[in-house]
T-cell receptor, first 114, second 113 residues
Framework: AQSVTQPDIHITVSEGASLELRCNYS??????LFWYVQSPGQGLQLLLK??????LVQGIKGFEAEFKRSQSSFNLRKPSVHWSDAAEYFC????????????FGGGTRVLVKP | NAGVTQTPKFQVLKTGQSMTLQCAQD?????MYWYRQDPGMGLRLIYY???????DKGEVPNGYNVSRLNKREFSLRLESAAPSQTSVYFC????????????FGQGTRLTVV
């Protein structure tokens, strides 16, 4: 069965600094990988996804992620954080012969200091 | 652009009571899902419906039942609520294939006392 680990529960970053969120996955086949963001009291919004091809994927809000098969990782990065990036971030791996059942990591909560 | 709509947004139940969480999507998606979110555990799949007329258990199905009423609607029922079912519940929908993204509703915050 697949699994996802997000080693950092909380990260505090200063506004304007860079951000990197770690994600490690376990999956037997080529994974479908996702990063979602959740603002307080809200649902989940897709930031970006990786299915195949170029291992560096660009997403919305200036985020990017790099798929590294050898390390089973899919880390999320942003060069310069804005106060509005304060939220909880979830990495997920998708599987299923039909539809897309997602297995999520535990999430990383990002706090942005002025 | 409604997307995925869940009702209610908040609910308080007493132990042993029953209730149904409603979910509807207007994106013509084949697949629908119910997840629960608990602190530090991310979201865990309760049940899913790959297509109209089919439902299957996910990771944490105990204490829940589901109904895929039609292509648009997928409900989650708690027959006898327990405090361990206090959680935030999310409905999601996606296309048929595994390389499509899931779209999520705004969630239902359920407290069982």
């Amino acid at each position: 069965a697949q699994s996802v680990t997000q080693p950092d529960i909380h990260i505090t970053v200063s506004e304007g600094a860079s951000l990197e969120l770690r994600c490690n996955y376990s999956y037997g086949a080529t994974p479908y990988l996702f990063w979602y963001v959740q603002s307080p009291g809200q649902g989940l919004q897709l930031l970006l996804k990786y299915f195949s091809g170029d291992t560096l994927v660009q997403g919305i809000k200036g985020f990017e992620a790099e798929f590294k098969r050898s390390q089973s990782s899919f880390n999320l990065r942003k060069p310069s954080v804005h106060w509005s990036d304060a939220a909880e971030y979830f990495c997920a791996v998708g599987a299923g012969a039909a539809g897309n059942k997602l297995t999520f990591g535990g999430g990383t909560r990002v706090l942005v200091k002025p | 652009n409604a997307g995925v709509t869940q009702t209610p947004k908040f609910q308080v139940l007493k132990t042993g009571q029953s209730m149904t969480l409603q979910c509807a999507q207007d994106m013509n998606h084949n697949s629908m899902y119910w997840y629960r979110q608990d602190p530090g555990m991310g979201l865990r799949l309760i049940y899913y419906s790959a297509s109209e007329g089919t439902t299957d258990k996910g990771e944490v199905p105990n204490g829940y039942n589901v109904s895929r009423l039609n292509k648009r609607e997928f409900s989650l029922r708690l027959e006898s609520a327990a405090p361990s079912q206090t959680s935030v519940y999310f409905c999601a929908s996606s296309g048929w294939t595994s390389n499509t993204e899931a779209f999520f509703g705004q969630g239902t915050r359920l407290t069982v006392v």
